[in-house]
């Protein structure tokens, strides 16, 4: 059984693997992924997790990824894969338009306060996450302001939206441990530097004006708080007030100004659910289910339009068998689908036979 929860299939690995026992591995693999009846199901997962791999740099190897992309375009054909083909090729543009921007940047001596690094993705590639954007702090706003005005000059008629569930960022903290300053670099997600930027202007604040504050949802401010208040004892930066594990909206927090580690580069470890949530989980299924339509819808054209009149059981099998290699799609689904069409005057019902359908030019 393949759990959806499971990260298919390169996770970093704790003994580098050589070329061969990588193929040996990935072939393996592929012998699992010829089982799966609904292998659009899976493209959506895997995308998914390929996306987190590339945004946060957790890859086990470029090179293995793409030998995995190569072999499933082998078994389904270009199309599964060309999406996966490019979030790479979005990831290389990406890298191209840093040190352009970088050069913009010395040529014309402007000086950011905040080092940006920007991953221009393009949104029919990546998956999407209905996320509300949450509010950044002025400098980093200003910053991705400058980036984006460049961008669009350079790129007319494009819009770009900030993503901010999927970034990261170091943050330069002053801790005072028995009086004596200290500092450290905080590597966290961007929710976690919303929230701890909220303390440079003020001594302690609650979680319901934590999640005002930075319109960041309060599952995801209660996940933030959850590693940076009340995670391992040497990542705990902020104090929480009362000292329990539940977390409310009256709850108060305040730096831990007695903060210390032995790393002068200290990773706060987020809080990540264990695989999906119930909503999660539907919304996928509501996705891939509204991909299914179009593509079921696009099959009947494509064989009606060859065909031109076909009787209903013959035009359900042949959907069917043309579908069945991404999913196989329910006879009661394709039934919608087809009165769909006849709705929007692509099918109409034969004169002498209603069981009959002809296809309208």
């Known amino acids: 059984v393949l759990s959806p929860s499971s990260r298919p299939f390169l996770p970093p690995l704790p003994v580098q693997l050589s070329e061969a026992e990588v193929e040996v591995l990935l072939d393996k693999t592929m012998m699992l992924f010829r089982f799966l009846q609904d292998k659009d199901v899976f493209e959506r997962y895997y995308k ?204 108060s927090f305040c730096v831990n100004d007695g903060f210390q580690s032995k790393l002068h580069r200290v990773k706060i470890q987020a809080v990540t659910s264990k695989g999906e949530s119930e909503p999660e989980r539907r919304e996928t299924r509501q996705k891939v289910d509204d991909d299914r339509k179009h593509e079921i819808e696009a099959c009947i054209v494509r064989i009606m339009k060859a065909r031109k009149k076909l009787p209903h059981n013959v035009l359900i099998t042949e959907c069917t068998e043309q579908l069945k290699a991404r999913f196989l799609p329910s006879p009661v689904v394709i039934k919608k689908r087809i009165e769909g069409l006849i709705e929007r005057d692509y099918l109409a019902r034969s004169a002498e036979d209603r069981k009959v359908y002809t296809y309208v030019a």
């Open 48 to 251: 998914q997790h390929l996306a987190k791999r590339l945004l946060l740099n957790k890859s086990a190897s470029d090179d293995s990824e793409k030998a995995m992309i190569s072999k499933l375009k082998t078994e389904c054909g270009c199309q599964f894969t060309s999406k996966l083909e490019g979030m790479f090729k979005d990831m290389a543009l990406s890298n191209t338009t840093m040190e352009e921007f970088k050069t913009h940047l010395n040529n014309g001596s402007v000086y950011l306060e905040v080092d940006l690094t920007v991953r221009v993705l393009t949104t029919g590639y990546w998956p999407t996450q209905s996320t509300a954007p949450s509010q950044v702090p002025v400098t980093a706003r200003k910053t991705f302001e400058s980036f984006k005005t460049f961008y669009l000059n350079k790129h007319s008629g494009r819009q770009l939206t900030l993503q901010t569930h999927l970034g990261s960022a170091d943050l330069t903290a002053v801790f005072y441990p028995s009086g004596q300053e200290r500092k450290h670099i905080l590597q966290v997600t961007t929710a976690q530097m919303c929230i701890l930027m909220l303390f440079n202007t003020r001594q302690s604040i609650t979680l319901r004006d934590i999640a005002q504050e930075t319109d960041i949802p309060q599952r995801d401010v209660i996940r933030a708080l959850q590693s940076l208040a009340m995670g391992k004892a040497q990542q705990r930066v902020l104090l929480k007030t009362p000292k329990n594990r539940e977390l409310v909206p009256t709850d």
